[in-house]
């Protein structure tokens, strides 16, 4: 029991190599005190001098590390998972003002770190704007070195798509207003010596409304020299970047926030908000290419909340599955109406959506009544913004193909309290209600342990399985009913442990209760994997499919992956690597592509280009890129960035051509002839037409000798039979002139495919573009395919720009922990606290108590937090005019 209530915890899971058997967990009371277990909550000590603790940061990176940030000058410092702990000194105080991020961290060096404090703004100097005063530490905090102020925030940039100097760092630099009654303004600049030298700084963005860095991209929110638009801005390397380029029929009074939602699949996701009325916002999701500058429709009017944050769910551990819930009455909510929300799914990384398929009966094994059309009855399940805790994700890396969700069977989603709890055993092609009521869930042992608790009512019981839902089990876990506030287990979610957070009934909210509930000693037996003898073989091979009874491949490849088989009572124990295997590359279908730039898909399935617009000049990319060779004439299709196919159907390269000045290596890739060839090409029919001429003499006329019977003065005269007659060379000249003018065709031919690069196949006729009128439906992008990449980079945008959020998300085992949300929140979004490092997505729930004003933020991932998209900017620029293909 512990006074107060738990307003953060974090476990600090050990890595492969990592000594130890430890299941370390870290908590902080509303009283300012930290405790710390190594049994997963079966006993708690006090860290040592922590009663003024107002932050936990464990590193997002480095999951030994962790870092206690005081009210005062002190820093609390463990690397070995709190087993040990070191005080510091901080430089100036921790900038209690300001909703940002205390530390930020290298991705590859943890003990580099940069401390954001207080700014001594008694005397400012000219131009200079109060924020916060920055210093960086290379030895974990144990000393420290001024770095810049004025500042917002600086991070780190590493990690991204291409090697950065491992000294680059960005700031947010704030520039004091040419009229006092203004605010002040952002730049973005970068250095590599640490701002020792102004010359060597860089102003990449003159304004910005913030950055942020995740995977493989960097993106900028900036806004235009007149202030009339804001735009987003990418990059891949930290030098360069490009100017993201939004779809035609893609039009929005203002841009009033862009939230990143993931770009793990070396494409974008964002979502930019469409309307913002309070309890009406919504928005369109917008997927980039491989490279992160062109984006297309995904899915419109997805469901936000006033924070920012989007109804937004990827399968984890399994590529390209992805949920959201939609609007469906956006006319409505804009009149004031409350939002009706409905769930869809997308099995090919955005490119294409469904309703979910309810179930055809309930737990109590009678009919549903919803299971004939999905576009009036579907399954519906509560989402990201309405979770308690952003770490409940519907599913878990290690428990591959499930997902639990709280929802219900109808034409929209209902209240929360009034819904029931579903489970998927196929990465959600099918759904079945496992329980009536609302339930918190828990994956454990890889998901051979289930766990549900009520989340309605208070209790003295939970629920578990072994067998992935089939049957059900009751344990009593406490001698009285208390209130849960959550079930949690370590972030890989291999452990038989759990721990439960609760309120006992008669506390009046000053108390919480930590139970642990041990499976250890319900089996010894543990699994085993034998594929010699399938009788002793406690696991399946698995592989996902786009429609039930499918097993066909899933971007371009056959994943298996290898799980328990739910009847066989085991536990996993060591984490089983997943996938499997990846067998070899699929044929490639329509499946594998989605529509271009300035195209859209159409019922039919086709994608269809948007009325008033030209197709993409694809002839650009050989601009940003200076060693490509050809580009490919747009067809209105483009393919999967994780897509791996190879051969079938080719729907976006077909006729090639070469870049500007690249004419000479274009011939030479695609077999050109030179003047060798041509020669020979031209004397093959003179050389052809001799052999034959000597083949029928010797054939016809030498085998016979000279005796002609019946040889006439004539025949001797024109040379029939003779060595020199008049007719050998006529023959001999014709028959090479017929033979040299067959030839001509196949020369020019072989000319025309050479330069234009053409090619026979060509996409079938449901797949050709065409004009349409109807409105916009899912778009998608295009990448390169590389073999068993999840996401590859074609060729010809691999030099070209990525935009990205990022989150510097924990790289545990666990998939759960990876940041999915970046956030630009607009400034007048209420003032709460930044999540924590492990947090699985950036979120608006507050890490200490409303009431605790004084109480500084505990982001998680802080480098992801994008700054504030003011809501009086104007959208952005509109559309140029219609692109102008030079063909």
Known sequence: ???????????????????????????????????????????????????????????????????????????????????????????????????????????????????????????????????????????????????????????????????????????????????????????????????????????????????????????????????????????????????????????????????????????????????????????????????????????????????????????????????????????????????????????????????????????????????????????????????????????SASAVGLMIGVGNVGPQLGVYGEGNTYLTRDAGLSWKEIKKGTYMWEFGDQGSIIVLVSSAVPTDTLLYTFDEGATWNEFKFHDEVVTVIDISTVPSDTSRNFLIQAIPQQSYGDKTLMINVDFTGTTKTKCKIDTKNAKNDDFELWTPAKTPGDESCLFGHKTEYRRKLPDHFCYIGEVVPQPHSVSANCSCTRQDYECDANYRLAPDGSCQLVPGYTPPNHAQDCNQNPNMVEYFEPTGYRRLPLTTCEGGENLDHLVSKPCPGKEREFGRKHGGMGWFTILLLVLLPFGMAGIVAWVLYNHYYGQYGQIRLGETDFDVRIGLGTENGLLKYPILAVSAVVAFIGAVPMIVQHFINTRLGRRPARPSRLYRSQISTRDSFPLGTRGGNSRYQYAPVDDSESNGFHGGDSFHGDEMLDDDSDDDFGHMIPPDAPNVDLPTPSSPQLSAAPSSPPGEISTPPSPANPDAELRPLSPEIPALDPPESPLKSDE
């Open 1 to 395: 029991m512990f006074d107060g209530r738990i307003t953060e915890y974090y476990y600090l899971e050990r890595t492969a190599g990592t000594k130890g058997t430890d299941q370390t967990v870290i908590s902080r009371t509303s009283q300012y005190l930290v405790h710390i277990s190594a049994d997963h909550g079966k006993t708690w000590k006090d860290v040592a001098s922590s009663d003024d603790v107002v932050a936990i940061y464990p590193h997002p990176f480095e999951s030994n590390y962790v870092f206690l940030i005081t009210a005062g000058s002190q820093i609390l410092v463990s690397t070995d998972r709190g087993q040990k702990w070191t005080t510091y000194k901080t430089p100036v105080l921790p900038n209690k003002y300001a909703a940002i991020p205390y530390l930020t961290f290298h991705k590859s060096r943890p003990d580099w770190l940069i401390w954001h404090g207080e700014m001594d703004c008694s005397k400012l100097e000219p131009g200079k704007v109060c924020g916060s005063a920055t210093y960086y530490s290379k030895n974990a905090g144990k000393s420290w070195t001024a770095l810049t102020d004025s500042v917002s925030i600086c991070t780190f940039v590493t990690g991204i798509q291409k090697p950065t100097d491992e000294n680059l760092i960005y700031c947010e630099r704030l520039i004091a207003a040419s009229s006092a009654n203004l605010p002040p303004t952002a730049q973005l600049v970068s250095s590599t010596d640490y701002f020792k030298n102004a010359k060597n700084e860089e102003v990449k963005f003159q304004e910005i409304k913030g950055f942020t860095v995740q995977d493989d991209f960097i993106i900028v929110a900036t806004v235009s020299t007149d202030r009339t638009s804001m735009r987003a801005e990418v990059s891949v390397d930290g030098v360069q970047f490009a100017q993201a380029r939004f779809p035609p029929n893609f039009n929005v009074p203002s841009e009033q926030a862009y939230t990143i939602l993931d770009t793990s699949t070396k494409a974008i996701l964002m979502h930019v908000t469409v309307n913002r009325n309070t309890g009406s916002e919504f928005g369109t999701v917008l997927k980039s290419n491989s490279n992160g500058t062109n984006y297309v429709t995904s899915l419109e009017f997805v469901n936000r909340d006033g924070d920012g944050y989007v109804d937004y769910e990827r399968m984890q551990g399994i590529e390209g599955i992805l949920l959201m819930n939609v609007v469906s009455n956006p006319s409505e909510t804009s009149g004031g109406s409350a939002k009706k929300l409905r769930s869809k799914i997308s099995f090919n990384d955005g490119a294409s959506w469904s309703y979910l398929i309810p179930p055809a009966v309930d737990s109590e094994n009678k009919p549903t009544g919803c299971t004939t059309d999905l576009d009036s009855c579907s399954l519906n399940l509560h989402g990201y913004t309405e979770r308690a805790d952003v770490r409940d994700t519907f599913s």
